[in-house]
């Protein structure tokens, strides 16, 4: 029924709600001894047709596809070992653990992704680290320059006190001075006017 719908007999066409199976016929069908499917590619086994799937999973000359992206190569099972060594395609893949390098066969024998991935952190921590210093220094100096402004304002702060106390002083001495008592020191009125 797989390869085709007809009696082996007389060929009329043969319905599946129609057949009857024969579980003796069936047994006596499965000890058949038949070759591989593969025999023509020079694989030898004979086996009962009831193990030939289990024998197909597993058989050197049985045609499998290159794993390789991009290869559309088909080749017997025992040469696809080799063939992924000298493959074209094969020369640089993904590495399947998921760091996502792209490596030779070579290399692929010697990587170790966990190895580079905290030695990559390593330098990341170390970057880190460096620009941290460096960012103290910069808050230090920065700190420092305000503290240095600060006394500058403070000691201007008193330098004016000290000057304001001293125009004080020279106002009230000159209003003294000046005949009649009165204050010499003019008043600016509501209207931006000087008035003595």
């Not at 020079?42 to 596809?65: I, N, Q, W, Y």
């Not at 063939?83 to 653990?97: D, E, T």
């Not at 990341?124 to 420092?144: A, D, F, G, Y």
Request: glycine residues 8%.
């Amino acid at each position: 029924m797989q390869g085709q719908k007809t009696c082996p007999c007389c060929r009329k066409e043969v319905k599946q709600k129609r057949m009857v199976h024969v579980n003796k016929l069936r047994k006596i069908i499965g000890r058949l001894e038949v070759k591989c499917k593969n025999a023509e590619a020079g694989c030898l086994v004979t086996c009962p047709l009831a193990h030939r799937k289990g024998h197909e999973d597993s058989c050197p000359f049985e045609l499998m596809a290159c794993p390789n992206e991009g290869c559309m190569s088909r080749v017997p099972r025992g040469a696809l070992a080799e063939h992924q060594q000298n493959c074209q395609h094969g020369a640089h893949q993904r590495f399947p653990l998921g760091c996502g390098a792209t490596l030779g066969p070579a290399e692929r024998a010697n990587h170790n992704c966990y190895r580079e991935l905290r030695e990559a952190w390593c330098q990341h921590q170390e970057r880190s680290r460096t620009l941290v210093v460096c960012l103290l220094r910069c808050m230090r100096k920065v700190h420092r320059s305000t503290n240095f402004i600060r006394r500058q304002l403070a000691q201007l702060g008193d330098l004016l006190e000290e000057d304001d106390a001293l125009l004080v002083g020279a106002s009230q001495e000159e209003a003294e001075a000046t005949p009649g008592g009165s204050i010499g020191v003019e008043v600016w009125g509501a209207q931006g006017q000087a008035t003595l």
